[in-house]
């Protein structure tokens, strides 16, 4: 099977623009996730998606990032504007059914670099 | 808020010595997985544990979850150099979301 496609893979951008990733998961997926991974340090939940509706997004910094699954499939992050702290490597996850102690399957990630 | 610690930060060995990662969690947990991200990768998925003092074994690799599910440790025997990466563990305290450890950066001299 396809894995969870992700793109772009890199990304540079100067702070206060915007930026937005993209994300495919496996085909079927129910839970979709971004995770935020600082380097050094484990992924840090984002957000988390079942079909298209939110689960929890209690660690999403809301007053510069938003994310949306409008259709239960496909998903985007975008952060507006950006910070030097927001570089890291974006990473999406999925994982089927809804049942949240179920394997993830994560995309190779964006790595952002804020200047 | 739930915290997962993991100790050592970074391992170096000899190809063929053995490896261990441990894992503790500030507060119980209903099951435990465990992650390898090679350099330059992502997370993949080893295993999952759930039940108290349970231990699985992939091949050279021994996985354990403590009897008061707070603790776990991954085990390598007679490293290789393909093992390198860094091994995460993530918990899950009752029905909320994973949270990863800082995890284990493993290098493998041959």
């Known amino acids: 099977e396809a894995g969870v496609a992700q793109s772009p893979r890199y990304k540079i951008i100067e702070k206060r623009q915007s930026v937005a990733f993209w994300c495919n998961p496996i085909?079927?997926?129910?839970?979709l996730y971004w995770y935020q991974q600082i380097l050094g340090q484990g992924p840090k939940l984002l957000i988390q998606?079942?079909?298209?509706?939110?689960?929890?997004d209690s660690q999403l910094p809301k007053d510069r990032f938003s994310a949306e699954r409008l259709k239960g499939v496909d998903s985007t992050l975008k952060i507006q504007p950006a910070k030097l702290e927001d570089s890291a490597v974006y990473l999406c996850?999925?994982?089927?059914?809804?049942?949240?102690?179920?394997?993830?399957?994560f995309g190779d990630g964006t790595r952002l670099s804020i200047l | 808020g739930q915290q997962v610690m993991q100790i050592p930060q970074y391992q170096h060995v000899q190809e063929g010595e053995d490896f261990t990662t441990y894992c503790n969690s500030s507060?119980?947990?209903?099951?435990i997985q465990w992650y390898k991200q090679r350099p330059g990768g992502h997370p993949v998925f080893l295993i999952q544990?759930?039940?108290?003092?349970e231990v699985k074994k992939q091949k050279r690799l021994t996985f354990q979850f403590g009897e008061a599910k707070k603790n776990s440790s991954l085990h390598i025997t007679a490293t290789q150099t393909t093992d390198v990466g860094t091994y995460f563990c993530?918990?899950?305290?009752?029905?909320?979301?994973?949270?990863f450890g800082k995890g284990t950066m493993l290098l493998v001299s041959p």
């Open positions: 085909s079927g997926h129910a839970t």
């Open positions: 998606f079942q079909n298209n509706g939110v689960v929890d």
């Open positions: 993530a918990g899950l305290e009752g029905y909320s979301t994973l949270t």
């Open positions: 996850a999925s994982s089927p059914g809804t049942v949240i102690n179920q394997p993830q399957h």
């Open positions: 507060t119980t947990l209903s099951n």
């Open positions: 544990l759930v039940k108290s003092g």
